[in-house]
């Protein structure tokens, strides 16, 4: 799962905007749009999150689920 608050941050360090990971993730801007503007954790098919996901990841970024080790017990990113 990804939030909406983790999708804007990882979209800032890679400095993309919203239409370059929508062309990397094969998504739509709206889609995109969509996704950020959600309240918490993005919601959709798990076509759309896994290839959001792995054009995150393909940038070079790894997502921090809750609990996993970080310096806190947040959501977050990180570069790899």
Same mark, same amino acid.
């Given at each position: 799962?990804?939030?909406?608050?983790?999708?804007?941050?990882?979209?800032?360090?890679?400095?993309?905007?919203?239409?370059?990971? $929508?062309? @990397?993730?094969?998504?739509?801007?709206?889609? /995109?749009?969509?996704?950020?503007? %959600?309240?918490?954790?993005? !919601? +959709?098919?798990?076509?759309?999150?896994?290839?959001?996901? $792995?054009? @995150?990841?393909?940038?070079?970024?790894?997502? /921090?689920?809750?609990?996993?080790? %970080?310096?806190?017990?947040? !959501? +977050?990113?990180?570069?790899?």
């Amino acid at each position: 799962m990804i939030s909406a608050a983790q999708l804007r941050a990882a979209r800032a360090l890679l400095g993309w905007d919203q239409r370059r990971l $929508a062309e @990397l993730s094969g998504l739509s801007v709206p889609t /995109i749009q969509r996704m950020e503007a %959600s309240e918490d954790m993005i !919601r +959709g098919n798990v076509d759309s999150l896994m290839k959001l996901i $792995a054009a @995150l990841e393909a940038g070079g970024l790894e997502l /921090i689920g809750e609990g996993a080790p %970080s310096t806190s017990s947040g !959501r +977050g990113v990180r570069l790899k």
